[in-house]
């Protein structure tokens, strides 16, 4: 009876371990870090969120491709020129947030982002999308709109999952407007500016 005791016991706090290693996991998760600082002070298996607004950033620290598990980056408002090619490192990225910043060059790595669902990079200085961009066939939402682009590379065709596109701002005449729409999933809802006499 001790024995049988003891080994309850045992089961019960093995249980209760589990429980509490499962919840501190869904914690971090769920854990949104503002500073580089504050996600430094835990493993970095355990940073999923990060979002480092308005840090005059002019290159992606190289502490954040360390941060294998990141799901969430959003670098918004800072002086970033490029995606660079170690965006790749990021594997499990669903969101990546480039708003308002000075970029110009994307690169092809950026189709190793498997997951990628939401890109946003309105406001920049883009004048190109690389055509890996079609390599990410999880991608919902692309959000282009006040760049400098032109045209889509044909790739684009299989991101059969988008479900909504952002291209206001943009100078385009009804031609490249129509050689863009057409690229994209027929039910996505696309928002484009008034057409200009553009050539």
Known sequence: ????????KL??????????FSHASFGQKDK??????EAMTVPKDSVYQLLLKR???ETIPEVIYTFENLTYLDLTKNKLT?????ISQLKHLKTLKLNRNRIDTISEALGELKELEVLEMFMNEIYELPNSIGQLTELRKLDMW????SSLPESIQ??????????????LNIEQQEDMRILLPLDAEVHFSNTCNCY
Not at 32 to 37: A, D, T
Not at 146 to 149: E, K, L
Not at 158 to 169: H, M, P, T, V
């Open 11 to 20: 089961c019960c706090l093995t249980l209760l371990l589990l429980l509490t």
């Open 158 to 171: 299989n991101c059969k999952k988008l479900e909504f596109a952002d291209f206001r701002s943009i100078k």
């Open 82 to 86: 490029q995606v660079p090619d170690k």
């Open 146 to 149: 006040s760049n400098n682009i």
């Open 32 to 37: 949104l870090f503002e500073s580089l600082e």
């Open 55 to 57: 840090q005059h950033l």
């Open 1 to 8: 009876m001790h024995q049988l005791t003891s080994v309850t």
